[in-house]
């Protein structure tokens, strides 16, 4: 499959156990974030996103929590699969609805059978 | 529903060469994106039309790059000429667009360029 660079930050996990990806984005004023997800030789997928007046937001199996005074983001998976692996990708927006996304660097995330 | 498709999936080219991508957004988005990937680092803006204009080309290296969405649907974005440093991968999006409910960018599968 695809390499990825060897300076990427990675993450091993067993299979079943929680994950907990943490992203540190730049821009005090974004407004909006979200975690993409990349598996090898595919494009990037949405998986969740939160907006600035909120600090936490759920989906299925995924939490993802906002520390403004911080600017810290980070991606909780529950009960991890082996489809979890993949590079995860944190990004921010100026603003909801501004459609210009500013990626972060991605996290390889391997689940360990 | 069929997702953003792009080709080639893949292009070997010697430097100097010219190099065109396709992609076909999903239907009914009229928010277009190409963006450039890097050996492990994330996603960088090109250029985004809306419908058939361009209005963020600020990242575009105009002097060798190009790109069209003539009709307001299909894109291409050509190199002309490569460099050994536009190795890279090429992904286009697409989204609803302005005035939509929904901001959620849609990714091809991107097309990666080697240049020898």
């Known amino acids: 499959g695809e390499s990825v660079g060897l300076h990427l930050p990675t993450l091993s996990v067993q299979e079943g156990d929680n994950s907990i990806i943490n992203c540190a984005y730049s821009?005090?004023?974004?407004?909006?974030f979200i975690w993409y997800k990349q598996e090898s030789g595919k494009g990037p997928q949405f998986i969740i996103d939160?907006?600035?007046?909120?600090d936490k937001r759920q989906g299925q199996r995924v939490t993802v929590l906002l520390n403004k005074t911080v600017k810290h983001l980070s991606l909780q998976i529950a009960a991890t699969q082996p489809g979890d692996s993949a590079v995860y990708f944190c990004?921010?927006?100026?603003?909801?609805?501004?459609?210009?996304?500013?990626f972060g660097t991605g996290t390889r995330l391997t689940i360990i059978p | 529903e069929a997702g953003v498709v792009q080709s080639p999936r893949y292009k070997i080219i010697e430097k100097k060469q010219p190099v065109a991508f396709w992609c076909n957004p999903i239907?009914?988005?009229?928010?277009l994106y190409w963006y450039l990937q890097n050996l492990g680092q994330g996603p960088e803006l090109l250029i985004r039309?809306?419908?058939?204009?361009?209005?963020?080309d600020s990242q575009l290296p105009k002097d060798r790059f190009s790109a069209e969405r003539l009709k307001g649907v299909d894109s291409t974005l050509k190199i002309q000429p490569a460099e050994l440093g536009d190795s890279a991968v090429y992904l286009c999006?697409?989204?609803?667009?302005?005035?939509?409910?929904?901001?959620?960018?849609?990714f091809g599968p991107g097309t990666r360029l080697t240049v020898t």
């Open positions: 999006a697409s989204s609803q667009g302005q005035g939509s409910l929904s901001y959620e960018q849609y």
């Open positions: 821009n005090s004023a974004s407004d909006y």
């Open positions: 939160i907006r600035s007046n909120m």
């Open positions: 990004a921010e927006n100026i603003a909801f609805g501004n459609e210009k996304l500013t």
């Open positions: 239907s009914g988005h009229n928010t």
């Open positions: 039309y809306e419908n058939e204009e361009a209005v963020d």
